[in-house]
């Protein structure tokens, strides 16, 4: 469940303590893993967790434009390159933290086959996050574009906000297919998986994180950045499907 953001700057605009509370921002992908990581985080550390959950390239102009955020986990490099461009980013914090993997879902009472991405050709309607900004999207596009279908495609995508968007238009019967992450469509009864995105034809998929500068929290930021890459985070992660890189300092 996304936490409204103006909701979330109310909230940090009259806090009881600043140092109580850390504000991360989170690509949208990453809702459920966060969600339990915050609990323990909470249970481990005392402080409380508030997550904006979205696209990240809405999260990152939300940041770039001053909202006080004190972490930011996005689903692409380029994304915090923005943040990062803008000054925003804690030395040292900035780290590579996970990967996932492209799959094409249907509907689960969907009779379609795919068993490569030119099968994608006969469908009508094809849900992806926005490709002209949204990571997923942009992931989905770039695949789509190695295989040589993207132009054949393109007049039957339908953008929307972000991956858990695309999903739910899936689920509802709303389009005929969708490319969204392997982790999105493990979380869900209501599609099937038909084809999923090799490392050699998808594009390289990792989620940076880093404490930001801006927030209210600055210290907070640093601890939940650094909680993200110890034991317990990584077990919740990969229990949720994700790759846990090695959490090394990006170049």
């Known amino acids: 469940m996304r936490t409204p953001l103006l909701a979330l700057l109310l909230t940090f605009a009259f806090p009881a303590s600043a140092a109580e509370r850390v504000l991360v921002f989170a690509a949208a992908s990453t809702t459920d893993a966060l969600q339990e990581i915050g609990r323990a985080y909470t249970?481990?550390?005392?402080?409380?967790?508030?997550?904006?959950?979205?696209?990240?390239?809405?999260?990152?102009?939300?940041?770039?434009?001053?909202?006080?955020?004190?972490?930011?986990?996005?689903?692409?490099?380029?994304?915090?390159?923005?943040?990062?461009?803008?000054?925003?980013?804690?030395?040292?914090?900035?780290?590579?933290?996970?990967?996932?993997?492209?799959?094409?879902v249907v509907p689960v009472d969907s009779k379609r086959k795919v068993a490569s991405a030119?099968?994608?050709?006969?469908?009508?309607?094809?849900?992806?996050?926005?490709?002209?900004?949204?990571?997923?999207?942009?992931?989905?596009?770039?695949?789509?574009?190695?295989?040589?279908?993207?132009?054949?495609?393109?007049?039957?995508?339908?953008?929307?906000?972000?991956?858990?968007?695309?999903?739910?238009?899936?689920?509802?019967?709303?389009?005929?297919?969708?490319v969204v992450y392997a982790t999105d469509a493990a979380m869900s009864k209501r599609v099937r998986v038909v084809f999923s995105v090799s490392e050699k034809e998808g594009p390289r998929i990792v989620y940076p994180v880093a404490a930001l500068s801006k927030g209210k929290a600055s210290e907070g930021g640093q601890t939940f950045v650094r909680f993200l890459q110890g034991d317990i985070a990584r077990r919740i992660f990969e229990r949720h499907g994700f790759t846990v890189l090695a959490g090394k300092p990006s170049p």
């Open 43 to 104: 249970q481990e550390h005392g402080a409380t967790v508030e997550f904006a959950f979205g696209a990240s390239s809405d999260l990152a102009r939300q940041a770039v434009a001053g909202a006080p955020a004190d972490a930011f986990l996005s689903a692409d490099v380029a994304k915090m390159d923005q943040v990062e461009k803008a000054g925003l980013l804690q030395p040292g914090t900035r780290a590579d933290l996970l990967s996932n993997q492209l799959v094409v």
């Open 118 to 178: 030119a099968d994608l050709r006969g469908v009508k309607r094809l849900a992806l996050a926005d490709p002209a900004a949204v990571p997923a999207g942009l992931y989905a596009k770039a695949w789509l574009e190695r295989t040589g279908v993207w132009k054949e495609l393109e007049p039957q995508v339908v953008p929307l906000l972000d991956v858990r968007a695309a999903l739910t238009a899936v689920e509802a019967g709303r389009v005929d297919a969708g």
